[in-house]
């Protein structure tokens, strides 16, 4: 191998490296995780995919968003991928708690965290229910 071919080599051996130890690095603690923007949707409790949500403590996942049905006629709404690494949050009614279970972050009603490895608070939408119509918003 001569000079060229050395550096050659070794400068794509180094950028491996360098991407490697980037990806590696936001394993630790990036937020890979972005909530959707200008939500507007509409859930129909009478629609059959929506059932979950006519009774407490049940939810669904919808256009990136977590809809609970937090106490009788009660709703809340927060994205449902966690801030750490962007898994898939569940609700816990027990605990009353969104749940990652990827790493174990959890957080409150309103979306702030309450323990991580996440720290950044979910973007939580506003609710509004008429009859039988659940509208969550920005
Ligand atoms: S993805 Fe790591 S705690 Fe949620």
Redo the contacts with the bound molecule.
């Keep these: 191998m001569n000079r060229k071919d050395f550096l050659k080599k070794s400068f794509i051996g180094l950028t491996v490296l360098t991407a490697a130890g980037g990806a590696s690095a936001c394993l630790n603690g990036c937020s890979s995780?972005t909530a959707p923007a200008d939500i507007d949707f509409t859930l129909d409790l009478n629609d059959s995919a929506n059932a979950a949500l006519r009774s407490v403590g049940g939810s669904r996942n919808v256009n990136g968003v977590i809809v609970v049905c937090s106490s009788n006629g009660s709703y809340i709404a927060v994205q449902s991928n966690?801030?750490?690494?962007?898994?898939t949050?569940s609700w816990q009614q027990t605990n009353k708690r969104f749940y990652?279970?990827?790493?174990?972050?959890t957080f409150a009603q309103t979306g702030s965290v309450l323990g991580?490895?996440?720290k950044s608070n979910l973007v939580s939408y506003n609710v509004t229910v008429n009859g039988t119509l659940i509208r969550v918003t920005s």
């Excluded at 966690?82 to 898994?87: I, N, Q």
């Excluded at 990652?100 to 972050?105: D, F, L, N, Q």
């Design positions: 995780s966690c801030t750490h690494e962007g898994a949050l990652c279970p990827e790493h174990g972050a991580g490895p996440a």
